[in-house]
């Protein structure tokens, strides 16, 4: 699957806290920190960059997905 090219690093994050269980934890400087408690503790980093670029994006989306057990292709479904 092709990655969008458009998604910015603010739309991401609050994907990821709307359909996914994250909170926002905290931002530090363009950085917004995500955290979520199931199935277990996981910490993660996101670039408030507009737009994301395609190789971080993809290692955002691949740390999410190897975390909660479920598919990149989801994941974007829901941004």
């Keep these: 699957m092709k990655l969008p090219r458009e998604i910015t690093g603010r739309q991401l994050a609050a994907a ?6 994250y909170r926002r934890v905290h931002q530090v400087g363009s950085h917004v ?3 979520t408690d199931a199935p277990s503790h996981h910490r993660i980093s996101i ?4 737009p ?9 989306l691949r740390a999410v997905a190897a975390h909660l057990g479920t598919t990149r292709e989801a994941l974007l479904e829901s941004c």
């Design 33 to 35: 920190v995500l955290e």
């Design 16 to 21: 990821l806290v709307r359909s996914w269980g």
């Design 47 to 50: 670039p408030d960059h507009v």
């Design 52 to 60: 994301l670029r395609v190789g971080t994006l993809n290692a955002v």
